[in-house]
C-alpha cells in the first residue's frame, strides 16, 4: 500500500465535527483482496494487536471487527482500525474512525480522530506498515512506534494550568485555539479576544512580571507597603554570601534572586559552610543570589485572581515514608511509579528528582540513599515545597484568616499582577499573617495545579477564576459570524452584507480575493478557507466577521471556526466536479451543508426557496439536531416553499413589483425598489437580485434595521465595493461587463442576462482546464444560444491541459450548434478583447469572463473604457435611464 497524502481537518468537515486527519491510501495490488483471503492475517494481526478483540465496528458489539475479518473486510478499513488501536496506548486514545472511497479504483480515504496531530499522523503511517507486514507475514516491532508518539504527545500535551483554563474556556463556550506546540493559547474573537501563556494573561504587566522576577525588589516594595517580608540581601560571591548570613544572624534562606519552580533553593541553612554549598548551587543557576533570613513554619501558596483570593494550599516538600526494609533510593523509585506523578508538570504530581539539593539536604542530616527508614517514618528529601521538585499540596482556602487575605491581596496589587502567586511561610494560615510569618515571594504565571488537583482537600477551579477575570460576567468572548457559502453568489452576498452592517462598526471579510478588515484589503489571494477565517477572528479589531466559506477549504481543511450565528446557503450547482473526490451534485452539496449543520442554536438559516436541495434542507437529519430560525428567500414570491414556510409563521424575502419584500405571516414590508439596487444593474440582472435578498435576509437576521439595509444596497456600487463582479464599463461604441463567471451556472444566468437588455451581445469565455471535458462541452452548448457572437479564449493557467485543448472543446460545441455563429478562438486574453473591442458594434454588450478582473479593467481603461453602474435606454443613450427591458 502507498500513502498518497495526509491531511487535518482542524474544524468541522464532511466526516465529523470534530478534527480529524484524512489519509488518502492507494491499496495498490491489495485493492481486490479482502483480509479472509489472505492465509493466517487474522490470526496473525490479532496476535499482534489483541486490544482489537475489543473493536465493535459496525456490528455494535465487542468482537464485531474480528468477525469482520474473519468473513472478509479490505485493508483501508483495517488500517482505521489498527491505528485507532495504537492510540490508546500511546496516551492519545480516540474512538472516531471511517473508511470511504477515494473516488478511483484502489483509492480510499482512511478517517480518523486526534488530539494531537503529529502523533497520530505518526500512527496512521505505522498503521499501514503494520498491515503490509501482516499481509506479508513479517515481524513489526510495535514498542517503538507507541513510545515514540507517546514521547511526541507527552512534549505536546497542555501542562495542568493551560488545560485548567481551557477546560474553563469550554465550559463557558468560548473558543479557544493554540498558537503554538506549548502554552501559548487565544482565547475568543476579534475585539474580545485574549492571549494567555500557562497562566500570564494579556492583561498580565511587563513590569509587574520583572518586578515579581527580582525577589529583593519586590519584598522591599511589599516592606514599604507595610506587608511582613524576611530580611535579605542580594550577593555575587561566597564571601558576600557569608557576610549576609553573618549580618542577618540565625538560620538563612539561599535562593537565585530571579528564578522560579524551586530551583536552586535551599532552607534553614545555619553553618557558614551550608552558606557556601548552597550558594554554588543557586549560583549555577542564576549569576545574582539572594541570601534572606529563614522563616520557620508551614509553607503555603496563595492565589490572587483580579485583585482577589481565589485559592490557597499548604506545601508538602518532596518526601518518603519508610517501611522498614526499602531503602530510600527504592522509596523514592516506588512513590515515582504513583500514575499521578509524570514527568515536568504533565501531571497532577512531578517526579521526584535526585539532584544535588537531595543530595546536599542528604549529607547534612548525616543519611545516604541507601538507608533503610523505620516503619511509617517519614523523611523529607528537601526543604523547598514547589509541586515541580516533587512536592505535594492540601487546599486550605476555606481557612484563610480575613487579614491574611487582605494582605495577599494587597500585595498582589502593590506589584500589579493580575495572576500572582504568594508565598508564605507562618505557623497558622488562619490566623492572621503579621503576628505570626511573612510573605516569602510573589510569582507570576505561579501554576495552578495544586489547586485544581490538590493532593487532599477540596479542588479549586483556579483556571475559571483566571477566565471569568478575562471574560467578565456571562461574555463567551465570541463576535458575531455571519458564514455564506453556496456555488455562484458567495462572494457578491459577502460584500453586500459586510456594506451593510459595516457601517459604524469594523467588520472583517474573507473572499476569493482576500481578507479586508474594516472595509481594507489586509491580504490578497483566496482566503475562503480556515487560514481566512482564523486570520479575521484573531483580529483585535474586528467587531463582526463575515466569512466566504468555500468548498475547498472545508474538503481540505475543515472549518475555520466552531459555530456561526448566520449561515448563508445562495444555491447548489455542478461546479468542481471530480476534484478532492467530488463527482457528483450531491457531494457538493454535501459539503455546502458543513455550514448549515454549525449554525449555532438559536441562530439563523438562510436559504434560496428555489434551489431544491437547500428547500429540503431544515429537514435534513444533522441540520434538525439544534433549534434554528429559518430564512427562506425566493425570486418568485409564488414559490411553494418561500409560501409554505411564511403562512406557518416563517420569514421570507422575494421580489413583488420590482420590490425586495420581506413577508412575515400576512405582513410585507417593503426594505427597497429594485430600482435601488445598483449592484443588480437596477434589477435586470436577476442572480444579483437573489444575491441581494439572500444579503438582506441575513442582515434582518443580525438584527438590522429595514432604513440601514435600504442605505447598504443604495451605496453598494460595483465597481468599488464588488470588483470581478457584474463591473460595467462604457467603452466607445457600447459597454463592457466583466465577470468572475466560471461555471454552467454562471454562464447560464449571464445568458438572460443578455437577453434581456434587448440589443446585440457578444462574450469573451473560456472554462477552467481541471473541469471534466462533459461539463466543459455542456458550457458551449449554454453559451450558443446566448450570445450573437463568441471568442473562446485560453487561460493562462490551462490547469493540465494542452494549448487551445479547452477553447477547441467548446468551439466545436458552439460551431455545431450554431454553424452561423461568429465563434472564434484566441490562445490570448488580452489580445481577444483588443481584437473584441475593436469590432465592437454600436450598443453593443460584451461579456468578459476572466479569473484576472482585476488586469482586464485597467485594460478596459486603457483602451477608454470609463467605469459606469448602468446602460443607457437605447432611445436616448442618457446616463440617467435604467436597463431596457
Known amino acids: ?213 527580582d525577589k529583593q525588589l519586590t519584598k522591599d516594595l511589599l516592606a514599604a507597603a507595610g506587608l511582613p517580608v524576611p530580611a535579605g540581601r542580594v550577593v555575587r560571591s561566597e564571601e558576600e554570601a557569608v557576610a549576609a548570613y553573618r549580618a542577618l544572624g540565625g538560620p538563612c534562606a539561599i535562593k537565585p534572586l530571579d528564578a522560579n519552580q524551586g530551583r536552586g533553593v535551599s532552607l534553614a541553612l545555619d553553618s557558614e559552610a551550608d552558606i557556601r554549598r548552597a550558594f554554588k548551587i543557586a549560583k549555577a543557576i542564576r549569576g545574582r543570589v539572594l541570601v534572606e533570613r529563614h522563616v520557620t513554619g508551614r509553607n503555603y501558596r496563595v492565589l490572587v485572581v483580579n485583585g482577589e483570593l481565589v485559592a490557597a494550599a499548604e506545601r508538602q516538600p518532596a518526601h518518603v515514608v519508610g517501611d522498614g526494609r526499602r531503602t530510600i533510593a527504592e522509596l523514592i523509585a516506588t512513590e515515582n511509579e504513583n500514575p499521578a506523578r509524570r514527568t515536568g508538570h504533565s501531571g497532577a504530581l512531578s517526579t521526584i528528582e535526585i539532584d544535588e539539593v537531595v543530595q546536599a539536604r542528604l549529607a547534612k542530616v548525616g543519611r545516604t540513599l541507601g538507608d533503610r527508614l523505620a516503619n511509617g517514618e517519614r523523611y523529607d528529601l528537601r526543604e523547598s515545597v514547589n509541586l515541580s521538585t516533587g512536592g505535594t ?33 507562618c505557623d497558622d494560615i488562619a490566623r492572621a499573617l503579621a503576628d505570626q510569618g511573612a510573605i516569602i515571594e510573589l510569582n507570576a504565571a505561579p501554576g495552578i495545579r495544586m489547586h485544581e488537583h490538590p493532593s487532599s482537600g477540596t479542588p479549586r477551579r483556579a483556571g475559571e477564576a483566571i477566565v471569568r477575570s478575562l471574560f467578565p460576567g456571562d461574555s463567551d468572548g465570541r463576535v458575531p459570524i455571519i458564514s455564506v457559502t453556496g456555488t455562484n453568489g458567495k462572494t457578491t452576498t459577502a460584500r453586500v452584507i459586510a456594506h451593510i452592517l459595516g457601517a459604524g462598526r469594523c467588520v472583517g471579510m474573507t473572499t476569493t480575493s482576500g481578507v479586508s478588515i474594516g472595509g481594507r484589503m489586509v491580504h490578497a489571494g483566496d482566503m475562503t478557507g480556515p487560514g481566512g477565517a482564523n486570520m479575521v477572528l484573531f483580529d483585535p479589531s474586528v467587531e463582526l466577521a463575515v466569512l466566504e466559506t468555500a468548498r475547498g477549504g472545508m474538503v481540505r481543511r475543515g472549518l475555520g471556526y466552531d459555530w456561526s450565528d448566520i449561515g448563508v446557503l445562495t444555491n447548489i450547482q455542478a461546479d468542481h466536479l471530480g476534484q478532492d473526490g467530488l463527482d457528483s451534485v450531491d457531494d457538493i452539496f454535501r459539503v455546502k451543508k458543513i455550514v448549515a449543520e454549525r449554525v449555532r442554536e438559536g441562530g439563523t438559516l438562510v436559504l434560496n426557496a428555489e434551489d431544491p436541495r437547500l428547500a429540503a434542507l431544515p429537514r435534513d437529519q444533522r441540520v434538525r439536531r439544534l433549534r434554528r430560525n429559518i430564512a427562506f428567500f425566493a425570486l418568485d414570491p409564488s414559490n411553494a416553499v418561500l409560501r409554505g414556510h411564511v403562512e406557518h409563521g416563517g420569514v421570507g424575502y422575494a421580489v413583488i413589483d420590482s420590490r425586495i419584500v420581506e413577508l412575515r405571516g400576512r405582513e410585507q414590508h417593503e426594505i427597497a425598489h429594485l430600482a435601488h439596487v445598483p449592484s443588480s444593474l437596477f434589477g435586470a440582472a436577476t442572480f444579483a437580485v437573489a444575491n441581494a435578498l439572500a444579503a438582506v435576509a441575513a442582515c434582518r437576521a443580525h438584527g438590522a434595521s429595514i432604513d440601514a439595509v435600504r442605505d447598504g444596497l443604495w451605496s453598494f456600487d460595483n465597481q468599488r465595493h464588488n470588483p470581478g463582479r457584474l463591473n460595467l464599463y462604457r467603452v466607445t461604441r457600447g459597454y463592457a461587463i466583466v465577470d468572475y463567471g466560471h461555471n454552467l451556472s454562471a454562464y447560464d444566468e449571464a445568458c438572460k442576462l443578455a437577453a434581456r437588455l434587448g440589443r446585440p451581445s457578444a462574450a469573451i469565455l473560456s472554462a477552467p482546464g481541471d473541469r471534466p471535458d462533459d461539463l466543459i462541452q455542456a458550457i458551449g452548448g449554454v453559451v450558443a444560444h446566448g450570445f450573437d457572437r463568441i471568442c473562446v479564449k485560453d487561460d493562462d493557467d490551462r490547469r493540465g491541459r494542452a494549448p487551445l485543448e479547452v477553447p477547441t472543446l467548446m468551439a466545436d460545441v458552439i460551431r455545431s450548434a450554431r454553424p452561423d455563429m461568429d465563434c472564434t478562438i484566441d490562445p490570448d486574453e488580452q489580445g481577444a478583447i483588443h481584437r473584441m473591442m475593436a469590432s465592437l458594434r454600436p450598443d453593443e454588450v460584451v461579456f468578459i469572463f476572466t479569473e484576472h478582473t482585476e488586469r482586464t479593467g485597467e485594460y478596459l481603461r486603457q483602451l477608454g473604457g470609463v467605469p459606469v453602474d448602468r446602460i443607457a435606454a437605447r432611445e436616448t443613450r442618457s446616463p440617467d435611464l435604467r436597463l431596457a427591458g
Open 393 to 425: 499540596a492540601s487546599d486550605v482556602t476555606d481557612s484563610v484568616h480575613p487579614d491574611t487575605r487582605l494582605a495577599c491581596e494587597r500585595a498582589a496589587r502593590v506589584i500589579g499582577l493580575d495572576v500572582c502567586g504568594i508565598d508564605l511561610v
Open 1 to 213: 500500500m502507498k500513502i498518497i497524502r495526509i491531511r487535518a481537518l482542524q474544524g468541522a468537515n464532511m466526516f465529523a465535527d470534530f478534527p480529524v486527519l484524512r489519509m488518502t491510501l492507494d491499496l495498490e495490488g491489495l485493492v481486490d483482496t479482502s483480509s479472509a483471503e489472505i492465509p493466517g492475517f487474522t490470526n496473525r494481526l490479532v496476535e499482534l494487536l489483541p486490544g482489537l478483540r475489543s473493536h465493535r465496528c459496525s456490528r455494535g458489539y465487542a468482537g464485531g471487527f474480528v468477525e469482520r475479518l474473519r468473513t472478509g473486510t479490505y485493508l483501508g478499513h483495517i488500517v482505521e482500525h489498527v491505528a485507532l488501536e495504537l492510540s490508546g496506548p500511546s496516551g492519545i486514545e480516540v474512538g472516531y474512525g471511517k473508511t470511504v472511497y477515494g473516488g478511483r479504483p484502489g483509492i480510499y480515504e482512511v478517517v480518523v480522530e486526534y488530539e494531537d496531530e503529529e502523533a497520530m499522523r505518526l500512527l496512521l503511517e505505522a498503521a499501514v506498515l503494520i498491515c503490509d507486514a501482516v499481509v506479508e507475514g513479517r515481524p513489526f516491532e510495535i514498542e517503538p512506534v507507541i513510545a515514540r508518539a507517546r514521547s511526541i504527545a507527552d512534549d505536546r500535551r497542555l501542562g495542568p494550568s493551560t488545560a485548567a483554563i481551557v477546560r474553563a474556556a469550554r465550559e463557558r463556550n468560548i473558543p479557544w485555539r493554540r498558537l503554538n506546540d506549548q502554552s501559548l493559547l487565544v482565547l475568543g474573537h476579534g475585539i474580545h479576544r485574549k492571549l494567555v501563556e500557562a497562566t500570564v494573561t494579556g492583561q498580565t504587566g511587563h513590569i509587574a512580571v520583572e518586578l515579581a522576577g
